[in-house]
């Protein structure tokens, strides 16, 4: 009995060492029902999936679940925009009794767009106040559009927003974690971060005394709030 015990602990070892060594991007559609490839790059909206068959597949966030990309996840939510609701990829940086959640950054490979594609994103930074689309840092993207020489690189850099979510709270709130410290900017975290990361004096107190944020020590907070509720 212990040794097919020790058996199949060592064949799902090594099935998983096996997946995990094999690992590709994909596109979530639903719970158990998804399509593997390489994501090509997204606009927050909508993601481009090279199939293996060398064809791209266009996917928009209303109408999937999620896609894995390089590792990392991006999960498909609702947000309103201009009072309007429509659905949006936004990273997973922490996930737990709080999640955080980030959109804007790298959109695309690093690599050209083969030529036989026709759809590429093209991006357009806003210099309003709405931000992105009435909400993060004044992002605005589309696919198609403008001309560039298909050998040039398509990575494309976006700025920024995060968002912080914590369930029966309300729905997820923008957290302005980059673009420079204030006063005003530095209370306005501090309160946000109080009202999610509740039942916990020690870090109540270490925000409290928090001078100035960045995204990487919002992240920790989340972090370290997390752990401790898993305990």
Not at 4 to 23: D, E, I, P, Y
Not at 110 to 124: C, L
């Amino acid at each position: 009995m212990k040794r097919a015990l020790k058996t199949f602990g060592l064949l799902t070892m090594l099935l998983v060492m096996a997946l995990h060594s094999s690992a590709q991007d994909a596109v979530v559609i639903a719970s158990g029902d998804f399509v593997r490839g390489t994501i090509q790059g997204t606009d927050f909206s909508t993601v481009i999936l090279k199939n293996d068959d060398e064809t791209l597949s266009q996917y928009k966030a209303s109408d999937i679940k999620e896609f894995l990309w390089n590792g990392e996840t991006y999960v498909s939510k609702p947000i309103v925009i201009k009072k309007k609701m429509e659905h949006r990829f936004f990273k997973i940086i922490e996930q737990g009794a709080v999640n955080l959640y980030a959109i804007g950054g790298t959109t695309s490979i690093e690599q050209p767009q083969p030529k036989r594609a026709r759809i590429r994103p093209s991006v357009g930074i806003g210099t309003g106040t709405g931000g992105f689309g009435g909400v993060g840092g004044g992002v605005g993207i589309s696919f198609g559009g403008g001309r560039r020489n298909d050998a040039e690189p398509a990575n494309r850099n976006l700025p920024t927003a995060y968002f912080i979510e914590k369930y029966g709270t309300g729905p997820m709130q923008e957290i302005p974690a980059d673009g420079g410290n204030s006063s005003n900017k530095t209370q306005m975290i501090k309160s946000i971060l109080l009202q999610k990361l509740t039942n916990d004096e020690d870090l109540a107190e270490r925000i409290k005394a928090t001078e100035t944020f960045d995204a990487k020590l919002i992240k920790a907070f989340v972090a370290a709030y997390n752990d401790m509720q898993k305990k």
